[in-house]
């Protein structure tokens, strides 16, 4: 009853409107009561929205379509290689109130994937890398995603895979994949303006810089008996070289060069740092990030966690 109103008082304010502006008093009169009208009408479409576009922007996800692959992934053994994973995936577009909704036929939960990245950087002398950190952040206007906030590790994205509409970078390389696997690897890994740099762009753009970039490791995180999804990122190792060793300004500028989605700085990591701590948001830590972290200061080759697990290494091919 309410919203049938606030529709005929709406109508009758634009008639109104209307009628008057024939007889205006004068141009800046008219001007104002058009500016009036518009933020009425606003208003307006914005309340009669429907729930579900309230509920936050669709997200383009990976989901595998394929048990085997799945069930290699979450039991830890005889790991697909990246290409069999990628090909094993199909991309759709979701909004958060809708991941853990199955979306393939047959399965009845979701296993999300895709590549992700942790960045070091080293100079002549250093006895270890430094390695970069983010702080992901809320979005005004969107649901709290808890996944999404703290200091994170992996710079993550997924990717546009045999969508119908157009050709994306990960289309092109895994057709390359299958004729050319050689050059396939060397394609997917060259940073600045590799496959993988292209598909991680949308969500975090690298500096136009040179690096190194190699496979590291594989973490999945488990959580279908509570929310019917499971998680799995092909973490690579980006590494940038300085010639020197870099000044405060050497890093301000560097540092500046990345830009993440939201806005999000990109910092230096301690150089002493405890996992569970530094990564800990409320009173739980991110799962994935801290098996990674863990992989990378201790050198272990499998570590689990809290329904996750981080295995070092992996084929591409």
Not at 50 to 79: F, M, T
Not at 142 to 169: C, D, M, Q
Not at 233 to 238: K, L, P, S, T
Request: charged share 25%; aromatic share 8%; proline share 6%.
């Amino acid at each position: 009853m309410r919203k049938n109103l606030s529709k005929v008082l709406t109508v009758l304010a634009l008639v109104g409107t209307l009628a008057w502006l024939v007889t205006a008093p004068s141009l800046e009169a008219g001007v104002a009561v058009i500016v009036s009208l518009s933020a009425l009408l606003t208003l307006e479409f914005r309340s009669a929205r429907p729930a579900k576009e309230q509920s936050g922007k669709a997200d383009i996800k990976n989901v595998i379509h394929d048990h085997d692959v799945s069930s290699r992934l979450l039991r830890g053994e005889d790991l697909p290689a990246f290409h069999e994973c990628v090909r094993s995936s199909s991309t759709c577009n979701l909004p958060p109130a809708r991941k853990s909704l199955v979306q393939v036929s047959g399965f009845n939960y979701n296993h999300f994937i895709g590549p992700s990245v942790v960045i070091a950087v080293t100079w002549p002398g250093t006895v270890k890398p430094v390695r970069l950190f983010y702080s992901r952040v809320e979005v005004p206007g969107e649901p709290v995603n808890i996944l999404r906030k703290g200091r994170s590790i992996l710079f993550h994205a997924s990717y546009e895979y045999n969508v119908t509409r157009k050709t994306a970078p990960m289309d092109d390389w895994s057709a390359s994949a299958s004729r050319e696997p050689d050059r396939a690897i060397a394609d997917l890994l060259r940073i600045p303006a590799g496959t993988l740099a292209q598909v991680l762009a949308y969500k975090v753009a690298l500096p136009d810089r040179r690096g190194t970039c190699r496979p590291l490791g594989i973490v999945t995180r488990d959580v279908r008996k509570e929310e019917q999804r499971a998680f799995t990122q092909y973490v690579f190792e980006i590494i940038y070289r300085f010639d020197i060793t870099p000044g405060v300004e050497d890093w301000r500028e560097f540092l500046g060069e990345f830009r993440v989605q939201h806005g999000s700085a990109v910092c230096r990591l301690p150089d002493s740092v405890e996992p569970v701590d530094f990564l800990k948001k409320s009173e739980d830590v991110k799962v994935m990030d801290y098996l990674v972290l863990r992989g990378l200061l201790n050198d272990e080759a499998s570590i689990s966690h809290e329904r996750g697990r981080y295995t070092r290494g992996f084929a591409i091919m």
